[in-house]
């Protein structure tokens, strides 16, 4: 069975910034999505396991960085100038087979169960 494992959320201050970091079971292709309250679950970045694609939502671009420890099959999310707008429960989510973007929720295999990502102004 696929195990996602995340850490790293929590409460920062606008400006501030939060290293998230999902463990996954074996080899995937690897993302986050968010959801914040009232809201549909949104796409933020994308990694293949070779780190050599990569993509980002238009809303993290420069802010947000994707990066994996392929020997640890750890993929994490380093978030800076995080601004309350990204306040949202924030998600690891695993493929099989690589596919070009665009990326919705159903274009993922498993999910990891979210960490909440708090900023505050």
């Known amino acids: 069975q696929v195990q996602l494992v995340e850490s790293g959320g929590g409460l920062v201050q606008a400006g501030g910034s939060l290293r998230l970091s999902c463990t996954a079971s074996?080899?995937?292709?690897m993302a986050w999505f968010r959801q914040a309250p009232q809201q549909e679950r949104e796409f933020v970045a994308m990694?293949?396991?070779?780190?050599?694609?990569?993509y980002y939502a238009d809303s993290v671009k420069g802010r947000f960085t994707i990066f994996m420890d392929n020997a640890e099959n750890t993929a994490y999310l380093q978030m800076n100038n995080l601004n309350p707008e990204d306040t949202a429960i924030y998600y690891c989510?695993?493929?099989?087979?690589?596919?070009?973007?665009?990326?919705?929720?159903?274009?993922?295999?498993?999910w990891g169960k979210g960490t909440l990502v708090t900023v505050s102004s």
């Open positions: 989510a695993a493929k099989t087979r690589w596919s070009p973007p665009p990326y919705d929720a159903t274009a993922m295999n498993y």
């Open positions: 074996g080899r995937y292709h």
């Open positions: 990694i293949a396991w070779s780190g050599g694609l990569i």
